[in-house]
């Protein structure tokens, strides 16, 4: 139980990295055109993965499963915060949804899939040791 509270304090150290891209995104991207919500994306998605292969590491006494489970808890994380951010701001699902637009520039999936996947993918790239 202890590894799964410790990854999602991991998630949580994301937040800040997330809210400091947007800010990017606003402040400077933005006036890259087009370009700014797509390679803002990009842009989360690797810090994402960065913050894993620093921090997924010092889980210690996970079993394979364990890293699958922590990407599906990230990903759930990732989609409620999302949520709750386009509800705070008078939203709701049908906005969240439309994040997922790909053909709309937005890149949002890309950001959701990594939260996902990065957990398993630290695990191989590491070798993390793993009990079974």
């Not at 990017?24 to 797509?38: I, K, N, T």
Request: proline share 5%; aromatic share 16%.
């Amino acid at each position: 139980m202890t590894r799964y509270l410790l990854a999602i304090a991991v998630w949580f150290l994301i937040i800040p990295v997330a809210i400091l891209n947007g800010g990017f995104r606003e402040y400077v991207l933005v006036y890259m055109g087009g370009a700014s919500l797509p390679l803002s994306g990009i842009i989360l998605s690797i810090c994402i993965f960065v913050v894993a292969f620093l921090l997924i590491p010092r889980i210690r006494h996970c079993k394979r499963r364990d890293y699958y489970f922590f990407g599906l808890i990230w990903f759930a994380l990732t989609n409620l915060f999302d949520y709750g951010m386009y509800a705070m701001d008078g939203g709701g699902f049908g906005e969240l949804l439309q994040s997922y637009n790909f053909f709309s520039g937005n890149l949002w999936i890309l950001v959701v899939l990594s939260s996902l996947c990065a957990p398993p993918l630290v695990m191989k790239m590491r070798n993390l040791p793993s009990r079974g």
